[in-house]
């Protein structure tokens, strides 16, 4: 099966995230990533073959599921990596069905919710992968979390606010977070409500909401609606939110980060690029990077013993979870 590549367009652009590299001398401790359990074949069994992965989420019980959006299902695994369940998604414009696949957020209880990335519609799905309702945001949507038990958290610019909080019935509860200050330079673009929020966020199962300055590397952490901490990079290699603009489209780069909690630890994927891009898994503890790691793929969950679950598409789309080693 060849690599898939997930075009997620609102109009040109390319997502982009940059290494990061200079961390100080006396803080640089040596981790390595030892595998333990990888899910997918180039052949065979379908169930364990992946068009493109574009999410991972975990239950209480941390099953695994798998968002494969090229062949729109999402695909559960029990935590020794063993198959249990395809939830297969109607493709359309109905109630019941998705139009584009990108994003999903799993409650503890197993509760699927499904962003159709374009019209701004949420998709709830129950336990056993049944069809619960559907609604839409009446605002552009570009990502969804997990923010407690029964609610989920929201990314898009609303009334001047860009998360924002829904029950899975579809009601909105809350809103916070001021967008982002768009650079002087780009102060011909100010009325495009993309370039005042980053393109993703990440949440943890301790309720907190981990939000990148597109514009600087600074990560902006919420906890019941407040901003609690930012986490600053002072690295010159990374690279902010990047215009272009032809006579006939406009190309944005944008600087994407996933972030992990687990205990006074953040793990924060940076995706190099150019010919032969190098990943980066950057290690924060106690708000301060401590390590760095070249790493194959992307990090998309964590689990309740910290190891960490990647997407990797080097020859066909799987997902591996390796142990953190201190060396």
């Known amino acids: 099966m060849k690599r898939a590549i997930f075009p997620l367009v609102i109009f040109a652009f390319f997502m ?20 333990d359990l990888s899910i997918g074949l180039e052949y065979g069994d379908e169930n364990f073959m992946f068009g493109g992965i574009s999410n991972i989420n975990l239950d209480a019980e941390e099953n695994i599921y798998v968002l494969d959006w090229k062949n729109f299902r999402i695909q ?17 414009q109905g109630p019941q069905e998705v139009s584009r696949f990108p994003k999903m957020a799993v409650t ?43 609610n989920l958290a929201l990314l898009g610019l609303k009334e001047n606010k860009i998360i924002h909080v829904y029950n899975l019935e579809g009601n909105r509860l809350l809103s916070f977070g001021n967008p982002f200050e768009i650079p002087s330079k780009y102060s011909r673009y100010k009325d495009m409500p993309n370039l005042k929020l980053p393109m993703r966020f990440d ?6 909401l981990f939000v990148l300055n597109p514009h600087k590397y600074e990560i902006f952490v919420f906890k019941d609606a407040a901003l609690i901490k930012k986490i ?41 690029r150019g010919r032969y891009p190098q990943n980066k898994l950057e290690i924060f503890e106690n708000n301060k990077a401590i390590a760095a790691l070249t790493v194959g793929g992307f990090a998309y969950a964590i689990d309740k013993k910290g190891r960490i679950y990647f997407v990797e598409e080097e020859d066909f789309p799987k997902v591996v979870r390796y142990s953190l080693i201190d060396k």
């Open 16 to 35: 982009t995230i940059h290494s990061i590299h200079g961390l100080p001398k006396d803080k640089n401790k040596k981790f390595s990533l030892k595998e």
């Open 76 to 92: 559960k695994f029990d935590r020794m990596g063993n198959f249990l369940k395809s939830f297969v998604i109607k493709k359309g």
């Open 108 to 150: 503890p209880e197993g509760i699927i919710s499904i962003l159709d990335f374009g019209v701004n519609k949420i998709f709830v799905l129950n336990e056993k992968g049944e069809f619960l309702r559907s609604f839409k945001t009446g605002f552009q949507v570009s990502d969804i979390a997990p923010y407690s038990p029964e």
């Open 203 to 208: 949440s943890s199962k301790d309720g907190n």
């Open 232 to 272: 600053k990079g002072k690295n010159e290699a990374f690279k902010p939110l990047w215009i272009g603009q032809t006579k006939e489209q406009i190309s944005i780069i944008f600087p994407v980060v996933y972030v992990l909690e687990y205990g006074d630890r953040l793990y924060v994927t940076v995706q190099g």
